[in-house]
């Protein structure tokens, strides 16, 4: 059973750990959402295998037009929509073809840098893991905070951050790097991106907040 002190994990790790299609894989979708550790994307895929597997029992039930089974597979896809995974018309299949490239992408890190409130995803991360990211008028300092649907555009800095200011400098060079011809978060140095998001941190905190206190 188990120590129950200690839950255990929520996620399967690969079975078997040198398949060099599988780390290649990894290491790019690693570096593409700036993420910390693989164990993160161990996560999604065990998300997105619970959702194919539910999926495929409800294909292979006897009938899903009436009674339990319609309503379990009408919970499923209005679950999915309200996480942004699937379309509102969306099908049984459809779930069958969310890549984890989806479930990524609705981590709030990624949503972060979608909405343009960071120029790459590890600045992202860094800004969510400092205060300066809330949804609604919660702040939010988990990086993998999975964004629903209805809270896509409740996301923002923090009412306390220097960056609700639009003339702040460090909003200016965000702005700036978004806009430069060519830019490509994918393509930016790792090493140039961690300097330039610790200068948003490190201008933030030494900048005076919207309300005229103190980070």
């Known amino acids: 059973m188990g120590e129950p002190k200690f839950s255990r994990p929520k996620y399967d790790t690969p079975s078997h750990p040198w398949k060099a299609d599988r780390i290649e894989e990894e290491h790019a979708l690693k570096a593409n959402h700036g993420l910390k550790s693989m164990k993160e994307i161990w996560k999604a895929k065990s998300q ?24 379990e597979q009408s ?17 049984l299949d459809d779930i069958l073809v969310i890549g984890v490239e989806e479930i990524l ?18 600045q992202a991360r860094q800004l969510i893991t400092h205060g300066q990211i809330c949804v609604g008028e919660q702040k939010i300092t988990i990086p993998s905070y999975p964004v629903s ?6 996301i923002q800095y923090h009412y306390s951050s220097a960056l609700n200011n639009a003339e702040h400098p460090i ?3 965000i702005e700036g790097r978004i806009a430069e011809a060519g830019y490509d978060s994918e393509e930016v ?13 490190e201008g933030a905190q030494d900048a005076p907040s919207a309300d005229g206190g103190d980070e």
Do not use: C
């Not at 649907?149 to 409740?154: K, S, T, V, W």
């Open 189 to 201: 140095d790792p090493e140039a991106s961690e300097q330039f998001a610790q200068e948003v941190i």
């Open 171 to 173: 909003r200016k060079a």
């Open 48 to 71: 997105l295998r619970r959702h194919r597997r539910q999926a495929m029992r409800l294909i292979g039930s006897v009938d899903t037009t009436s009674g339990h089974g319609a309503r």
């Open 149 to 154: 649907r209805d809270e896509e555009e409740e």
């Open 105 to 122: 992408n609705r981590r709030l890190q990624a949503q972060v840098y979608y909405k343009g409130l960071a120029a790459t995803m590890r």
């Open 75 to 91: 919970d499923l896809l209005a679950s999915l929509y309200n996480k942004g995974l699937v379309g509102q018309d969306a099908s």
